[in-house]
């Protein structure tokens, strides 16, 4: 298994009229946590496009637990538990300043040809880089 955390301040302009943290806001940090995760084990957004390679959310589940508000900070912690074959799922699990569990989220993404536009095999070269940290 693969995880990474981040953490993220809550900024004003994702709140709504109650103080919560919008809904919607949740995918954006995701992406984050997915995009981080993936960085890590060196496949950024720009070694994808070069190998003409779209990761687009094909699907998301979300559990929404408890609150979040303004100025606060969350950790979102992310894991990728298997080897891809033509998609990826990412669990995501987000935390408030008090270690509560406050989220958690499952993330769906397809590798897409970015010429085509059609779904494809997870390449071999991001294939044995998850390979190299799932199997450790």
Do not use: C, W
Request: hydrophobic share 35%; aromatic share 8%.
């Amino acid at each position: 298994m693969i995880t990474s955390e981040n953490e993220i301040r809550i900024r004003y302009d994702e709140v709504d009229k109650m103080g919560y943290v919008y809904h919607g806001n949740y995918a954006k940090y995701y992406h984050i946590s997915r995009t981080e995760l993936l960085r890590k084990i060196g496949i950024s957004d720009k070694v994808l496009e070069s190998h003409n390679i779209l990761l687009p959310v094909i699907e998301m589940n979300i559990k929404y637990i408890k609150p979040i508000f303004y100025d606060e900070i969350i950790t979102i912690k992310t894991s990728l538990q298997d080897i891809p074959g033509s998609r990826m799922i990412f669990h995501h699990e987000v935390r408030n300043h008090n270690n509560e569990v406050i989220n958690r989220a499952e993330s769906m993404v397809a590798f897409v040809d970015i010429n085509t536009r059609k779904p494809m095999k997870a390449p071999q070269l991001i294939v044995n880089k998850i390979k190299s940290y799932i199997e450790k």
